[in-house]
């Protein structure tokens, strides 16, 4: 069993930052890819970033080089980084765990909006 927590999320004006975080627990993700999903109200769960574990990385294609995602095997974490953050980014982020035994995994997720 793996349990996901994410952390970082909030309200932020557009153009803002955020840097959203997401500790493992119950098994390493060395060895394993990690992902961040995201749902707005109304629409599907959307792939926002992820990484394997050799660093390999896939951005949604509405990212356009505004998010970075990282992982630090030591500490078990996965980071978000968003900058340049637009109205249409607010959603509730979810961290996601899709090859550990058992899973796919996901966090209860973090909300995120972006507003003036």
């Known amino acids: 069993q793996v349990q996901l927590v994410e952390s970082g999320g909030g309200s932020v004006q557009p153009g803002g930052s955020l840097r959203l975080s997401c500790t493992t627990s119950?098994?390493?993700?060395?060895?394993?890819?990690m992902g961040w999903y995201r749902q707005a109200p109304g629409k599907q769960r959307e792939l926002v970033a992820r990484?394997?574990?050799?660093?390999?990385?896939d951005y949604g294609d509405f990212v356009k080089g505004r998010f970075t995602i990282s992982r630090d095997n030591t500490k078990n974490t996965v980071n978000l980084q968003m900058d340049n953050l637009k109205p249409e980014d607010t959603a509730v982020y979810y961290c996601?765990?899709?090859?550990?035994?058992?899973?796919?995994?996901w966090g209860q997720g973090t909300q995120v909006t972006v507003s003036s």
């Open positions: 990484i394997t574990n050799r660093g390999r990385i």
């Open positions: 996601n765990a899709p090859q550990h035994p058992g899973g796919p995994y």
């Open positions: 119950g098994r390493s993700i060395s060895g394993f890819a």
